[in-house]
Nanobody, 118 residues
Framework: QVQLVESGGGLVQPGGSLRLSCAAS????????MSWVRQAPGKGLEWVAT???????TYADSVKDRFTISRVNAKKTVYLQMNSLKPEDTALYYC????????????WGQGTQVSVSS
């Protein structure tokens, strides 16, 4: 059974930091590209960051130089270190796993809430 379980969300003041974790099970973690995607209240999904199988990372412009995505394959876990948080970072953060070879696969977690407010 495939599972992606996010944790680490919470309420933080502007300028603060949080580290999100996503624990994976039920699939071959090290063969998947892992991403974080967020959804702010009343808005659509916004891609945040991706780390591929070779650990190359890419970021949305809105979070570049503030957020860092990483993975530990031995723990089947992907992380999102978020620094210098802003109120506009408030969103439900989802973990996503993608496998591009045929048959492709796409898995999602349930999300963890991040709220940035004074």
């Amino acid at each position: 059974q495939v599972q992606l379980v996010e944790s680490g969300g919470g309420l933080v003041q502007p300028g603060g930091s949080l580290r999100l974790s996503c624990a994976a099970s039920g699939f071959t973690f090290n063969t998947f590209w892992m991403s974080w995607v967020r959804q702010a209240p009343g808005k659509g999904l916004e891609w945040v960051a991706t780390i591929n199988r070779g650990e190359t990372t890419t970021y949305a412009d809105s979070v570049k130089d503030r957020f860092t995505i990483s993975r530990v394959n031995a723990k089947k876990t992907v992380y999102l270190q978020m620094n210098s948080l802003k109120p506009e970072d408030t969103a439900l953060y989802y973990c996503n796993a993608k496998y591009f070879a045929s048959p492709s696969r796409d898995y999602w977690g349930q999300g963890t809430q991040v709220s940035v407010s004074s």
